[in-house]
Nanobody, 122 residues
Framework: QVQLVESGGGLVQPGGSLRLSCAAS????????MGWYRQAPGKEREFVAH????????YVVDSVKGRFTISRDNANNTVYLQMNSLKPEDTAVYYC???????????????WGQGTQVTVSS
């Protein structure tokens, strides 16, 4: 099994910054990608950003490009999302996602964190 533990959410004023962290642990053999999704009230969960574990290639959705940066710490199986110039429309529960091959599987599987609330409001 793989556990994803998120931290760093909270309440911030418009224009402010937050940094989310997500640490993966458990029976990890290899990580393909780690990333972030978000779900605002009344809306479907949407992709925000991900990073390839082997190449460090990143992809960020257009709505946050230039404001959010994703990075990783391979040694600690941790992914970060630096969020700057936050807007009220960024308010959502942010979920960490990892595509992982475990020590007991041969195919990569999706794992999800519990989510962390980000609220942007004055």
């Amino acid at each position: 099994q793989v556990q994803l533990v998120e931290s760093g959410g909270g309440l911030v004023q418009p224009g402010g910054s937050l940094r989310l962290s997500c640490a993966a642990s458990g029976s990890i053999f290899s990580i393909y990608t780690m990333g972030w999704y978000r779900q605002a009230p009344g809306k479907e969960r949407e992709f925000v950003a991900h990073i390839s574990w082997s190449s460090s290639n990143t992809y960020v959705v257009d709505s946050v490009k230039g404001r959010f940066t994703i990075s990783r710490d391979n040694a600690n199986n941790t992914v970060y999302l630096q969020m700057n110039s936050l807007k009220p429309e960024d308010t959502a529960v942010y979920y960490c996602n990892a595509v992982v091959v475990t020590t007991t599987t041969t195919t990569p599987r999706n794992y999800w964190g519990q989510g962390t609330q980000v609220t942007v409001s004055s």
